[in-house]
Structures are given as structure tokens and as C-alpha cells.
T-cell receptor, first 115, second 115 residues
Framework: NAGVTQTPKFQVLKTGQSMTLQCAQD?????MSWYRQDPGMGLRLIHY???????DQGEVPNGYNVSRSTTEDFPLRLLSAAPSQTSVYFC??????????????FGPGTRLTVT | AQSVTQLGSHVSVSEGALVLLRCNYS??????LFWYVQYPNQGLQLLLK??????LVKGINGFEAEFKKSETSFHLTKPSAHMSDAAEYFC?????????????FGKGTLLTVNP
């Protein structure tokens, strides 16, 4: 298994540009999520999905869109990039069952700079 | 809403010394508790987790943590630090029940190990 993969590893955008960060997993996990990591802030949840066709907002969703058309893929779209979106973005996935806590697997991250 | 506090954004120890990283949570019901490690320029890896049962949990790389309900704490320890332990450590919680997959992270503690 490749686990959780993310592309690209690095990206530089100009303010106002749009782009999509890709995330894929091959473990048949129902749950997928996107976090952003900023110095001294830990990881904060942007959006998450509990299955194909089901998404919801996390703690910091503004400026980001997601969709989940397949179990494997969960892309994160930046509609109009802003310098405040400069961050490292992590995708994670896990099984999802009520009453059971499964390990979440994290991708290697995408380092995004917005100038 | 749940919150996680990690006391000390930076901890420095000598090789062979005890490692103690502190984590306190705020939740009306004891949550699921996790410690993750992040090596430079990598994603997060699960060290250990507490879900139920024995309150002393052993993880990978010689780390362990003890859940203390009365103190709302889940401190991470290792008896003897190695140079390879230098990394950033994150405490995280998720609620018991339906949304047990959504993680709330602390701000992280950077561990430095001095020779």
C-alpha cells in the first residue's frame, strides 16, 4: 500500500490564483480530512469527509472547498489564494466506526507559499 | 468544545535524560487521547493512544503515557532520551461517540536532545 499520498510537495502561488491540492489513499478508509499546520498553532482541521459524497467544515474552512466523489480521493481547492493561506497542508485518513477509535494516517504534506 | 494544552513549546534534554512532555485536555467527558510525532519535513506518525482500559499506555520507540482523569492529563514520558527522539510532538484528542474521527491538536512541543 502507498498509504496517503499528496501532490504537489511544494507550490508557490500568487495572490488571487487558484489551485487544487491532491490527496489519495489506497486503504479503503471512509474518513478523510485536511489540516493546515502553522508555526505555534498545531494542526487545525479545514474540512473532512466521512464517505463519498459527504463533506463537512472543520475549524478553519474559509477560502477552501472540498468534494469527495470517490472513496480514494479528497482534493482541497483554494479558490483565490491569499498570503494568509501560506502553510503546510496535511491530508489524513482512517476507518470510521462509532465507538471505535482508529489510527489516522497522515500524508507527507504540501508546503504552500502565497506571495 | 474540546481543547488541548501542551505546556512548553520547546523542551530541551540531554541524551540519556528523562523526557516529560505535558498535555492537558478540557472536555466534559474524557476523550480519546493521542500522541503524534513529527520528524523534520515529514508527516505525523502515531506514537500511542488511549481509548479505554489500562491508563498507562505504551507506544513505539520506548514512549509511554498515563491517562489521569482527575488531573485531565495525558503526559508523555521516556526514561532515556536518544538523539533520534528530536522532533515535534503533538497531543490530540477526539470525542467519544459519533465524531470520534475528528482530532483536535495541541500546539506542539519541540523536543531537542543535546549530546
Amino acid at each position: 500500500n502507498a498509504g496517503v499520498t499528496q501532490t504537489p510537495k511544494f507550490q508557490v502561488l500568487k495572490t488571487g490564483q487558484s489551485m487544487t491540492l491532491q490527496c489519495a489513499q489506497d486503504m479503503n478508509h471512509e474518513y478523510m480530512s485536511w489540516y493546515r499546520q502553522d508555526p505555534g498553532m498545531g494542526l487545525r482541521l479545514i474540512h473532512y469527509s466521512v464517505g463519498a459524497g459527504i463533506t463537512d467544515q472543520g475549524e478553519v474552512p474559509n477560502g477552501y472547498n472540498v468534494s469527495r466523489s470517490t472513496t480514494e480521493d479528497f482534493p482541497l481547492r483554494l479558490l483565490s489564494a491569499a498570503p494568509s493561506q501560506t502553510s503546510v497542508y496535511f491530508c489524513a485518513s482512517s476507518y470510521s466506526r462509532t465507538g471505535i477509535s482508529y489510527e489516522q494516517y497522515f500524508g507527507p504534506g504540501t508546503r504552500l507559499t502565497v506571495t | 468544545a474540546q481543547s488541548v494544552t501542551q505546556l512548553g513549546s520547546h523542551v530541551s534534554v540531554s541524551e540519556g535524560a528523562l523526557v516529560l512532555l505535558r498535555c492537558n485536555y478540557s472536555s466534559s467527558v474524557p476523550p480519546y487521547l493521542f500522541w503524534y510525532v513529527q520528524y523534520p519535513n515529514q508527516g505525523l506518525q502515531l506514537l500511542l493512544k488511549y481509548t479505554t482500559g489500562a491508563t498507562l499506555v505504551k507506544g513505539i520507540n520506548g514512549f509511554e503515557a498515563e491517562f489521569k482523569k482527575s488531573e485531565t492529563s495525558f503526559h508523555l514520558t521516556k526514561p532515556s532520551a536518544h538523539m533520534s527522539d528530536a522532533a515535534e510532538y503533538f497531543c490530540a484528542v477526539s470525542e467519544r461517540g459519533g465524531s470520534n474521527y475528528k482530532l483536535t491538536f495541541g500546539k506542539g512541543t519541540l523536543l531537542t536532545v543535546n549530546p
